[in-house]
């Protein structure tokens, strides 16, 4: 945020140096005589709950934070003190604020910021409701930035776009993609990590301790945490190092986590998916036959390989796992199917529920030509959830990244162990190899010469 150029952005660093400025402020009054206040503003300032409206953090299952805020808080309260009696009273650069103690984890740093300059992504967010016109409704926002003048959190209405798949719905609030990153490079932890890398010799001096002294890295790390001023040295050296050799946003490009790229793909199927519901349940199988194959004509004739590979890495199985069962969710939705992938998505049969009553189970598989466990599970777990009475038809895609299995011989082997598995088991089971393998462009195909 501080490299922005964006005139909405280029104050966010003096604002948050002020406003743990104005925290120390409150910590050093707090000391004189009734100054139970001023702890009490102080404590409130350092309350920095996680806020919801942008979904970022750790929670699987939550976006609504682990209520750790006040722990936190009572920590960063408990360092100021120790700042505030080092003779600290003020700091210059956002480095400084490791003086505020242990707890500053990578989640608790975009927290931190989040609240303090809330009504800047307020802003931020209105400009694009306003540009792609999406609909919303009004909210009452707490922590939208704190007013240092009157020393208290801010309280806003304003007019936000809905999250619905909470209750009760909260808004959204969005963040610039190059503010994105996976963890936040200014934590507590990191910052001690580049300290003891960089900075060993110096560190032991500043300690008073031998360079040849056998002390251990903890023990090192816990007396420097000690020692406010020291901290404050090294916390402006850090920040130093982080303007010379600034972070890079998240690359959306590549997706190397597979943050958006599961989603996008499966909306981009649901698109170009052409297959209909089936009239009764004597066709099922046929229609998911012509979902499968449906979404091979996807991967190999329309693009959709693309979604497959982080640059020139393929993403793991479970990633394209992922993607196929969000692509079937999202298009038979749109023909009022409701559709159940076991718990562990990855393995497994799949519920298919129609709108008319009846449902039906099928075996849906994706599995990886170049793993190495690959005919251990096509030999053996297929024919167990084959077993299954509600099991009506099978169908295994078999993602091809490398050209040695899309041989003759690799498809024909394939095939014979298929057929054995329909065999043994008495039940339809069909291989579809999806061929994933990096397409060139129908624009940079060279013209054939008669």
């Known amino acids: 945020m501080f490299d922005s150029t964006d005139v909405r952005w280029t104050a966010v660093h003096d604002r948050m140096i002020a406003f743990f400025n104005q925290a120390l402020t409150h910590v050093a009054a707090s000391t004189r005589r009734g100054g139970r206040a001023e702890t009490e503003r102080a404590a409130a300032m350092f309350s920095f709950p996680e806020p919801p409206q942008f979904c970022l953090g750790y929670g699987e299952r939550t976006i609504f934070g ?77 922590h939208a930035g704190y007013d240092v003048a009157r020393s208290r959190w801010r309280k806003v209405k304003a007019n936000l776009p809905v999250n619905p798949c909470w209750a009760p719905a909260p808004p959204v609030l969005l963040v610039p993609k190059d503010f994105l990153d996976e963890l936040p490079r200014m934590d507590d932890t990191a910052f001690w990590d580049w300290i003891y890398t960089n900075e060993n010799e110096q560190l032991r001096k500043d300690l008073g301790y031998l360079i040849t002294s056998k002390v251990n890295r903890d023990d090192i790390i816990a007396a420097a945490k000690r020692r406010p001023k020291l901290v404050r040295k090294y916390g402006i050296s850090y920040a130093k190092r982080y303007r010379e050799q600034p972070p890079k946003p998240y690359d959306f490009g590549s997706d190397p986590r597979f943050k958006v790229t599961g989603l996008d793909a499966a909306a981009h199927f649901a698109h170009l998916a052409r297959f209909e519901a089936p009239g009764d349940d004597s066709s099922f199988c046929d229609f998911v036959a012509s979902l499968v194959a449906d979404f091979k004509w996807a991967v190999e004739d329309r693009g959709l390989w693309k979604s497959f590979w982080s640059g020139t890495r393929p993403f793991a199985e479970d990633r394209v796992q992922d993607l196929f069962h969000m692509a079937i969710l999202l298009s038979c939705r749109d023909r009022d199917i409701d559709v ?22 099928a075996l849906v598989e994706i599995k990886f030509a170049k793993s190495s466990s690959y005919w251990d599970n096509l030999e053996q777990q297929a024919p167990t959830y084959m077993q299954s009475e509600a099991i009506s038809c099978g169908f295994i895609l078999i993602v091809q990244h490398e050209d040695r299995h899309c041989t003759t011989e690799f498809v024909a082997r394939t095939t014979g162990v298929v057929e054995t598995v329909t065999n043994a088991t008495g039940r339809s089971y069909q291989a579809v190899f999806v061929d994933a393998r990096p397409k060139v462009s129908a624009s940079k195909k060279t013209r054939p010469t008669s």
């Not at 159940?340 to 189970?361: C, H, I, L, Q, T």
Request: aromatic share 10%; net charge negative; with cysteine.
């Open 66 to 142: 682990h209520g750790s805020a006040r722990g936190l808080g009572e920590a960063m309260l408990a360092a100021s003190r120790q700042a505030i009696d080092a003779g600290i009273d003020h700091i210059d650069d956002f480095g400084e604020l490791m003086l505020f103690g242990d707890g500053f984890g990578a989640d608790r740093v975009s927290d931190m910021t989040c609240n303090i300059v809330m009504d800047l992504f307020i802003g931020y967010t209105h400009d694009v409701v306003e540009r792609h016109s999406i609909p919303t409704k009004p909210f009452t926002v707490q």
């Open 340 to 361: 159940s992938p076991e718990a562990n998505s990855g393995a497994g049969p799949v519920d298919f529920k129609f709108s008319s009553g009846w449902s039906r189970r």
